[in-house]
């Protein structure tokens, strides 16, 4: 379910297409020619647009928190299966294969291509034509593979994505935009109920 408070735009004669499945939150914003598949999941805050060509978020991938996303003419976003993209991420004109993280703040540049089971570190900016291989660890600025990834490595970046399926579920089926008076209501008796508990106490 999309968050009926996303800002879902079209453009150009494009409009998102979204999966049932799939879970977009409130605030974040898909303009044009995008796809989001079963499964995925778009945070908060995260903007992604396309009005020279696609993007495109595989199945079970999660786009986290004001990550950004935007494509150049020819130059669209692919990003595979069980893909997880960090908080704050860029990634521009991209293609990511199944399986990799990206980390949190990185930045992947025009026709960059990362290959499946890969992460790339937090921070670490990805040149414009840069092709990972499969299975590399990358780091740094620019990115450069550091070293291969083990199995162990690579089953931990499964996991994440995973445990992004479920947290993606959770906000579809459960999350609930709260007027901000309610909240503060709430706040407040929940801090009455604090005082008086304390001076119960000997």
């Known amino acids: 379910m999309t968050d009926s408070q996303a800002r879902i735009i079209s453009v150009g004669g494009h409009t998102p297409q979204i999966d049932p499945g799939a879970f977009v939150a409130a605030g974040a914003t898909l303009v044009g020619d995008v796809h989001v598949k079963r499964g995925a999941g778009i945070f908060y805050g995260c903007v992604l647009r396309a009005e020279k060509a696609p993007i495109t978020i595989g199945e079970d991938s999660n786009v986290q928190d004001n990550t950004v996303m935007h494509t150049d003419e020819g130059k669209p976003v692919v990003i595979g299966k069980r893909v997880s993209i960090g908080h704050q991420a860029l990634v521009h ?3 990511v294969d199944d399986d990799v993280l990206i980390g949190m703040h990185a930045t992947v540049l025009n026709d960059a291509h990362i290959g499946t089971e890969s992460l790339i570190a ?8 840069t092709d990972i291989p499969p299975r590399s660890l990358v780091a740094g ?9 083990s199995d162990d490595a690579v089953e931990k970046v499964r996991a994440n994505a995973q ?3 479920t947290l993606s ?3 579809r089926d459960t999350a609930e935009v709260v007027d901000f008076a309610e909240a503060t209501a709430a706040g407040a008796g929940s801090a009455a109920g604090s ?8």
């Open 163 to 165: 445990s992004y399926v």
């Open 122 to 129: 937090a921070g670490t900016v990805v040149l414009e034509g």
């Open 93 to 95: 004109g991209a293609r």
């Open 141 to 149: 600025v620019p990115g450069k593979v550091r070293r291969a990834m």
């Open 169 to 171: 579920a959770l906000h």
């Open 195 to 202: 005082d008086a508990a304390e001076g119960t106490e000997a």
